[in-house]
């Protein structure tokens, strides 16, 4: 399934990582999982102060604390996003490492502050990689 | 001792999308043990090769953090509730 998300997200998700540059941004894509229709995206604090050009991290309960803030407004979560500053838009070792099954994972490249390229990607079911996901942008 | 373990919405496809799974035993591992015992395709998800639990996956026995108590060989009382809360973690390189 396509990973669906309408264009203000898009821009909003984009804006997130221009402003965060050269940091890795990261945050939350609310909308359906049944239609994977990504409806508004939910910015998060990178937690990774000791490295945030290159990685980022959102503990469990901050984390559980947005996901009900969202999902009590009528959302579900779709998934999540984060940037790659000056970093192609395809998954790291870590990224796979660390990724949850049966979610969307947005990255966005940001080369030099601007936006260059955004993909979408989602675990296989045996860990071993990540499987890009085509974007549609929806009015 | 029986035990509830909330589990987290993209782990309930293993689960056959039941958000609480009931199991027994008398510690926080017995209790993981079990669940993946009865829903073996959760394995892979919650521990690493050598059998640790993921960096990413925390594990709470009502409102502490397993690592703050004796981790895996936390004991349980009957009732008690485990919630399985992942963290997101990821970068470039």
């Not at chain 1, 999902?71 to 996003?81: P, T």
Request: proline share 4%; glycine share 8%.
């Amino acid at each position: 399934m396509s990973l669906r998300i309408d264009r203000m997200a898009l821009k909003s998700l984009h804006e997130h990582a221009k402003e965060g540059y050269p940091h890795e941004v990261v945050g939350i894509l609310a909308g359906s999982r049944d239609t994977g229709h990504v409806q508004q995206i939910k910015a998060l604090f990178n937690e990774r102060e000791d490295s945030p050009a290159n990685r980022y991290k959102v503990s469990g309960l901050t984390l559980m604390r947005a996901e009900q803030a969202l999902e009590s407004s009528g959302m579900q979560i779709v998934g999540y996003y984060h940037s790659h500053p000056d970093h192609p838009a395809q998954y790291s070792d870590y990224d796979r490492d660390h990724a949850l099954p049966n979610m969307s994972y947005v990255i966005t490249a940001v080369q030099n502050g601007d936006i260059v390229e955004t993909l979408s990607w989602r675990l296989q079911e045996d860990r071993s990689c990540m499987t890009a996901q085509t974007i549609q942008i929806e009015d | 001792m029986s035990v509830s373990i909330h589990i987290p919405t993209p782990l309930r496809p293993y689960t056959d999308g039941q958000t609480t799974v009931e199991v027994s035993g008398d510690t926080v591992g017995d209790a993981l043990g079990q669940l993946t015992a009865s829903h073996p395709d959760l394995a892979r998800h919650l521990r690493d090769d050598s059998g640790k639990l993921r960096s990413f996956v925390n594990v709470y026995l009502g409102d502490e953090d397993i690592r703050f108590l004796d981790a895996e060989d936390t004991l349980v009382d009957n009732g008690d509730e485990l919630t399985i809360v992942p963290s997101i973690a990821g970068g470039s390189r």
